[in-house]
Antibody, heavy 120, light 111 residues
C-alpha cells in the first residue's frame, strides 16, 4: 500500500526556519515525482513545486520560487519542504503528493497534511 | 486569485446529476490533455477522481464523469449521494513556466 506520512503540526514565529517532512512507503521511491501543495485557511489548492527523487531535479511555481526549497533523502524515502525565513502569510496546510505513474501532472496519493502556523 | 475559474458552489438532491465547470485558457485547460479533478472532504486530504481529462482511477465510482469543450472542463456527478458532499477542485498543466494550476474549488451540497 502506497503511503505518504507527513510530520506534525508546527507553530513558528516570523523569520524562523522550518523543514517539514513526507515519509513515503509502498512503492519505488525514485520512480515517482513528489510535489508539495499549499492550502491556505478556507482557500483552494496551490501547487508549490515538485522534485524528481531519481536526480533531485526540482521545479517551482512562480509564486514560490526562491521562498521555499524541496529536497529528498533517498536513504529514508523522505521528501522535505523547507523555509529559511517564515512569514505570517505562510500559515497554511501543506500537503505532499505523489505524481501518478511516475511523471504525470496529477496526484494519486497524498499525505495527511501538515498545518503550519506562523505568528508573532 | 485562482487561475482556473470554478463556480463557488453547486447543489443537487439525492439521485440527481450536477455538473461543475472549470474554465481556463488555451494555454492550460484547452491546450493539454492534462486536466484532473479532486474531491476533498472537510479536514481530509484531496482525492484524485479524474485524470487526463476523462479517466477515472480504479475505485472511483462511474457516477463521476468528466469532459472538456474548448477551454472549459466539466465534472459531472450522477446519482448524487450524501457522501458526494465535498469540495471539488480542477487542475491543469500549464506549460513549463506556470506548470500546474488549480481552480478555486466548488462546494457541492447534497440537499
Amino acid at each position: 500500500e502506497v503511503q505518504l506520512v507527513q510530520s506534525g503540526a508546527e507553530v513558528k514565529k516570523p523569520g524562523e526556519s522550518l523543514r517539514i517532512s513526507c515519509k513515503t512507503s509502498g512503492y519505488s521511491f525514485t520512480y515517482s515525482w513528489i510535489s508539495w501543495l499549499r492550502q491556505m485557511p478556507g482557500k483552494g489548492l496551490e501547487w508549490m513545486g515538485r522534485i524528481d527523487p531519481s536526480d533531485s531535479y526540482t521545479k517551482y511555481g512562480p509564486s514560490f520560487e526562491g521562498h521555499v526549497s524541496i529536497s529528498v533523502d533517498e536513504s529514508t524515502t523522505t521528501a522535505y519542504l523547507q523555509w529559511t525565513s517564515l512569514k505570517a502569510s505562510d500559515t497554511a496546510m501543506y500537503y505532499c503528493a505523489r505524481h501518478m505513474g511516475g511523471a504525470s501532472y496529477w496526484f494519486d496519493s497524498w499525505g495527511q497534511g501538515t498545518l503550519v502556523s506562523v505568528s508573532s | 486569485q485562482s487561475v482556473l475559474t470554478q463556480p463557488p458552489s453547486a447543489s443537487g438532491s439525492p439521485g440527481q446529476s450536477v455538473s461543475i465547470s472549470c474554465t481556463g485558457t488555451s494555454s492550460d485547460v484547452g491546450g493539454y490533455n492534462y486536466v484532473s479533478w479532486y474531491q476533498q472532504h472537510p479536514g481530509k486530504a484531496p482525492k484524485l477522481i479524474i485524470y487526463e481529462v476523462t479517466k477515472r482511477p480504479s475505485g472511483v465510482p462511474d457516477r463521476f464523469s468528466a469532459s472538456r469543450s474548448g477551454n472549459t472542463a466539466s465534472l459531472t456527478v450522477s446519482g448524487l449521494q450524501a457522501e458526494d458532499e465535498a469540495d471539488y477542485f480542477c487542475s491543469s498543466y500549464a506549460g513549463s513556466n506556470n506548470y500546474m494550476l488549480f481552480g478555486g474549488g466548488t462546494r457541492l451540497t447534497v440537499l
